[in-house]
């Protein structure tokens, strides 16, 4: 590459694959100055000797370590959703036309962009993903074992404690009804039920000390119904809020907002969006309901007011969106302006809409 070439390049779009990844690069009129397939070993050692430029690529599987390694190089390097690349794309789909739909994307003004996240950012969000696929198993587990039950006419109580309490009992004296084959068979998967158990225990307990030591974490924790658990997923998927101008668009972004189809001037919204983080949305979900259940703690909360006119007008399960919406935005706040939860704060904005 001449020293020509490089000085004419503004932007470059970097399409991320296994091994070989297809960089094109655009000078400042918008045509095509670079376009070549570099294997992964070489990304880092071409770029190191250009000049400082614009890189977008997507946001996918080591996207974020490239993004670190390319700014420590100098480069402004950004990450973007997918989809919202896609709208540039010209002509078939091959693995250079996604890099130039990328290179035009990363240069519009209005592009909405991913944060990079940090090294201990993916460490955090790791753990919350094993975790996460161990709670999956356990309740596959759990449901296995119902139906296994079922089928032999013997049914429990609903709950996973009720069900760890009674099942030894159901085991030992349902002999006659609970072929020995049977019973086997359900105390292995009570036996994998154990171990899940474990496993997901000690990963709780991981995160729960790694939020602990975190600001950002701590502050949190301070928002009613969250706790390390809610807290650390939220610092691993955003950082400090940097990505995100408001509460609203935080909230937007979990997709705790009505889906919106609106033409002609004629607005119409329907359920919730459900767009991005589900994991993260099912946890607000889950805090809302706990504030709503412990209602002597409203007033210390300053949510009283709030809650009591919302459960006026709505169903008990829209009511616990609307005030994870609500706690979704608290939490924005507390981390953007890195400051602890205040009832009062709360109080003051609890009579704007939801």
Same mark, same amino acid.
């Given at each position: +590459?001449?020293?020509?070439? =490089? ?42 000797? +250009? ?5 977008? !690529? ?11 390694? @390319? ?5 402004? $390097?950004?990450? +973007?959703?997918?989809? /919202?690349?896609?709208? /540039? ?7 250079? *036309? ?12 209005? !592009? =909405? ?21 161990? #709670? ?17 006419? #013997? ?53 729960? $000390? ?10 949190? !924790? ?30 937007? %972004?979990?997709? @705790? ?21 589900? /994991? ?8 809302? %309901? ?10 210390? /909360? ?10 006026? *007008? ?19 706040? #507390?981390?953007?302006?890195? *400051? ?15």
């Amino acid at each position: +590459m001449t020293e020509i070439l =490089k000085s004419k390049i503004a932007a470059i779009g970097i399409d991320i694959g296994k091994n070989w990844f297809h960089v094109v690069g655009l000078d400042g009129r918008g045509a095509i100055a670079l376009r070549q397939k570099w294997s992964r070993g070489q990304v880092e050692a071409r770029l190191a000797n +250009m000049p400082a430029c614009l890189i977008g !690529m997507e946001a996918c599987v080591g996207a974020h370590h490239l993004s670190r390694r @390319l700014r420590l190089l100098g480069h402004d $390097a950004r990450l +973007m959703p997918a989809k /919202y690349v896609r709208a /540039y794309s010209k002509g078939q789909k091959n693995d250079f *036309r996604d890099a130039e739909a990328i290179a035009e994307a990363v240069q519009r003004p209005t !592009m =909405k962009f991913v944060a990079t996240k940090t090294a201990d950012q993916l460490d955090l969000q790791a753990l919350h993903r094993v975790r996460e696929r161990l #709670v999956s198993q356990r309740t596959g587990i759990i449901n296995q074992i119902r139906a296994f039950l079922l089928e032999r006419g #013997v049914a429990v109580r609903q709950g996973l404690r009720l069900l760890r309490a009674e099942l030894p009992g159901v085991l030992a004296t349902r002999c006659d009804v609970l072929a020995p084959r049977m019973v086997r068979i359900i105390e292995d998967l009570a036996g994998d039920w154990r171990r899940l158990d474990q496993r997901i225990e000690a990963l709780s307990g991981e995160i729960e $000390a790694l939020a602990r030591r975190d600001g950002g974490c701590e502050r949190l !924790m301070s928002v009613p119904g969250i706790g390390p658990i809610i807290s650390s997923a939220t610092v691993a998927a955003i950082g400090t809020g940097d990505a995100f101008a408001k509460g609203r668009d935080f909230a937007a %972004w979990l997709g @705790l907002v009505p889906k919106q189809f609106s033409t002609g001037g004629r607005t119409v919204l329907g359920k919730i969006s459900k767009r991005g983080n589900r /994991y993260l949305r099912v946890l607000f979900v889950q805090a809302a %309901w706990v504030v709503l259940i412990r209602s002597k703690n409203w007033e210390r /909360y300053g949510l009283k007011p709030w809650i009591e006119a919302a459960k006026r *007008r709505l169903h008990r399960n829209v009511l616990a969106i609307a005030l994870a919406n609500k706690l979704a935005r608290i939490a924005w706040s #507390v981390l953007a302006h890195g *400051r602890i939860f205040a009832a009062g704060k709360v109080a003051e904005a609890a009579t704007q809409p939801a």
